[in-house]
């Protein structure tokens, strides 16, 4: 049986008893037209010199890598024989024609997903960084006007404290009379804090642009998804797997538990109980669920949504009601078939245990105890010997 070999120099038919080479086809000797045929090999494809010789084997044919099952079946086969130097390929040409490989693969078009990766990051990055923000605005103003924290929040309070900074202002805008327990400001110290309330005021218009962005990519590039998880928590996922294609390429047990790593590591180094769900937990049908049925819950989720991911990774059409449905089915059948939570197994009788005669750690550490202690005499006294 013959085996057809592709090696970066060129595709060879090899006999797979002696591996003798019986035919062969040479890749071009063009280092940018070599990086093409590299490229295509690389995302999967056959290339049209391994469909040639393929088309000139006689009989069954076997293939050395499984992008090039369709041409026949993958088998292991030893081809460190055919070197590139006996066909006049040297090591400086590969160099030049891996640099040319890699300037062709880096300048593709990135999928839209992977900048979803990036954008869900970068929400996380404001997120944390409005956090930081507000708590200073809250201590720093709250020095001037500490009551203002009782009547306006986030983004109203920044806004409040931006626009009029004085607290009269601001009870005037609020139309709140109140007598404030505050200290008065100089106009160059509320100033500085109108900057800064200002700052976080163009932080939340930064958050809520990249919000609306990450949605309109949600609903472009994966709508079942979308409308399985709604948008952000559909990007999260996405960014914990680290793409739209790796996340459908896993199974559904690792999709439930995305965003718990922490948590399962730490069950599996201390032997307790392991997370039953991740980042899916902030669907509003999993953490509304009673804690007994909350991990049944997400692993359905997991796996409908793991049927959209694929759909959307391979640009299927739209599924997204039809897996709503089922997983509604599936929900009513979890609460029907388990109303009541599990009942706790009795505790086993301690005192058997207690009272048993056993050769147990404990009873061989008391018995060589009293080995070791001294002997005590009537009244009480221990008496030690001392020998020379």
């Not at 948590?263 to 599996?268: I, N, V």
């Amino acid at each position: 049986m013959a085996v057809l070999v592709t090696k970066w120099f060129g595709v060879f038919l090899c006999d797979e008893r002696s591996g003798r080479i019986i035919d062969s086809i040479l890749l071009p000797k063009d280092p940018a037209e070599l990086a093409g045929k590299l490229a295509v090999m690389q995302k999967g494809g056959v290339l049209d010199e391994e469909r040639e010789l393929a088309e000139r084997a006689k009989g069954k044919l076997s293939v050395g890598e499984r992008r090039q099952s369709p041409l026949g079946k993958p088998e292991v086969f030893d081809s460190s024989h055919i070197k590139a130097e006996d066909y006049g390929y040297t090591d400086a040409f590969m160099h030049e024609a891996m640099i040319g490989l890699a300037k062709l693969r880096t300048s593709e078009p990135i999928a839209r997903d992977r900048n979803l990766v990036q954008a869900i990051r970068n929400l996380d990055d404001e997120i944390s960084t409005i956090n930081l923000y507000s708590e200073r605005l809250h201590e720093w103003y709250g020095m001037h006007f500490p009551e203002l924290a009782d009547m306006a929040r986030d983004e109203r309070y920044a806004d409040l404290v931006a626009r009029y900074g004085e607290r009269d202002a601001v009870m005037e805008e609020l139309g709140a009379d109140i007598v404030s327990i505050g200290a008065d400001f100089d106009p160059d110290d509320m100033r500085a804090v109108m900057d800064l309330a200002d700052t976080l005021v163009r932080l939340y218009d930064d958050k809520k642009r990249t919000e609306e962005y990450i949605q309109s990519i949600v609903e472009a590039s994966c709508p079942n998804m979308c409308a399985m998880l709604g948008g952000p928590l559909a990007a999260r996922l996405i960014s914990l797997a680290g793409g739209l294609e790796r996340l459908a390429s896993l199974p559904s047990s690792t999709v439930q538990l995305l965003g718990a790593e922490k948590a399962m590591f730490r069950s599996m180094r201390t032997g307790k109980k392991g997370p039953k769900h991740g980042v899916l937990y902030q669907h509003p049908d999993v953490h509304r669920a009673p804690y007994w049925q909350s991990g049944k819950i997400a692993r359905a989720l997991a796996g409908k949504v793991l049927i959209a991911a694929k759909i959307d990774a391979c640009g299927g059409e739209f599924m997204g009601d039809e897996l709503n449905r089922q997983f509604k089915a599936r929900l009513a059948d979890i609460k029907k078939r388990y109303p009541d939570p599990p009942k706790k197994p009795k505790s086993q009788d301690k005192g058997k245990k207690r009272n048993r005669k056993g050769k147990g750690p404990r009873r061989r550490r008391v018995a060589l105890e009293s080995r070791l202690r001294p002997p005590r005499f009537r009244g009480g006294a221990t008496r030690v010997l001392i020998t020379p």
